[in-house]
């Protein structure tokens, strides 16, 4: 099982990004997939969760309206968009697996002007 992200970068208060997990080693419609962030010295959040029949829940108040995930089944992906993004926003963004807690090795964002 792996998980890869990719998108991150350096953005502009009010900007957008759009993360992307490419997953291997397992049948992405199979499986409930998760995102999550960290700041250093604090614990990880979760973000939003796409389960194996694509229905999509995001959790914190401080990014509803603002965060979307979506799904690739047949490219093996797992989307991110991120919109009127905020300088608390920035922090390394996980994908997970809760199943088997699998883990990527994260991408940073970064907002700042």
């Known amino acids: 099982v792996e998980l890869v992200e990719s998108g991150g970068g350096l953005v502009q208060p009010g900007g957008s990004l759009r993360l992307s997990c490419t997953v291997s080693?397992?049948?992405?419609?199979?499986?409930?997939m998760r995102w999550f962030r960290q700041v250093p010295g604090k614990a990880r959040e979760l973000l939003a969760t796409?389960?194996?029949?694509?229905?999509?829940?995001v959790y914190p108040e401080s990014v509803k309206g603002r965060f979307a995930i979506s799904r690739d089944n047949n490219k093996s992906m797992i989307f991110l968009q991120m919109n009127n993004l905020k300088p608390e926003d920035t922090a390394v963004y996980y994908c997970?697996?809760?199943?088997?807690?699998?883990w990527g090795r994260g991408t940073l964002v970064t907002v700042s002007s």
């Open positions: 997970n697996r809760p199943t088997g807690n699998h």
């Open positions: 080693g397992f049948t992405l419609s199979q499986y409930a």
């Open positions: 796409t389960g194996s029949a694509d229905v999509s829940t």
